[in-house]
């Protein structure tokens, strides 16, 4: 099996950055690819970014493109999100996820492996 822990998240101004993490324990040898997914109160989950482990292929939700940045530490088998120029509509429970199989996708459903989350909120 595979254990993801998510740490970072707290209470950010509007205009500012927060780095949250994601550590990875367990056969991670089976997982292909990391996501970061959020969910606000009282709506859906939906995609933020992912991340291959081999290749560092990214992909991004439209709506933090240029803001966010996912990346990985192959070594210590962490997965981090940088977010940037942080809005109020980004807050939301961030959390980290694991697919077993290419590509690297926004459907939650290819996702079989969750962390708990951790609250991010942007506010003044």
Same mark, same amino acid.
């Given at each position: 099996?595979?254990?993801?822990?998510?740490?970072?998240? &707290?209470?950010?101004?509007?205009?500012?950055?927060? *780095?949250? @993490?994601?550590?990875? =324990?367990?056969?991670?040898?089976?997982? #292909?690819? $990391? &996501?970061? /997914?959020?969910?606000?109160?009282?709506?859906? *989950?939906?995609? %933020?970014?992912?991340?291959?482990?081999? =290749?560092?292929?990214? *992909? !991004?939700?439209?709506?933090?493109?240029?803001? /966010?940045?996912?990346? *990985?530490? +192959?070594?210590?088998?962490?997965? /981090?999100?940088? $977010? +940037? =120029?942080?809005?109020?509509?980004?807050?939301? %429970? !961030?959390?980290?996820?694991?697919?077993?199989? @290419?590509?690297?996708?926004?459907?939650?459903?290819? !996702? +079989? #492996?969750? &962390?708990? &989350?951790?609250?991010?909120?942007?506010?003044?």
């Amino acid at each position: 099996q595979v254990q993801l822990v998510e740490s970072g998240g &707290g209470l950010v101004q509007p205009g500012g950055s927060l *780095r949250i @993490s994601c550590a990875v =324990s367990g056969r991670t040898a089976i997982t #292909y690819a $990391m &996501g970061w /997914f959020r969910q606000a109160a009282g709506k859906e *989950r939906e995609f %933020v970014a992912g991340i291959a482990w081999s =290749s560092g292929f990214t *992909r !991004y939700a439209d709506s933090v493109k240029g803001r /966010f940045t996912i990346s *990985r530490d +192959n070594g210590k088998n962490t997965v /981090f999100l940088q $977010m +940037n =120029s942080l809005k109020p509509e980004d807050t939301a %429970v !961030y959390f980290c996820a694991a697919k077993p199989t @290419s590509p690297v996708t926004a459907a939650t459903f290819t !996702y +079989n #492996y969750w &962390g708990q &989350g951790t609250q991010v909120t942007v506010s003044s």
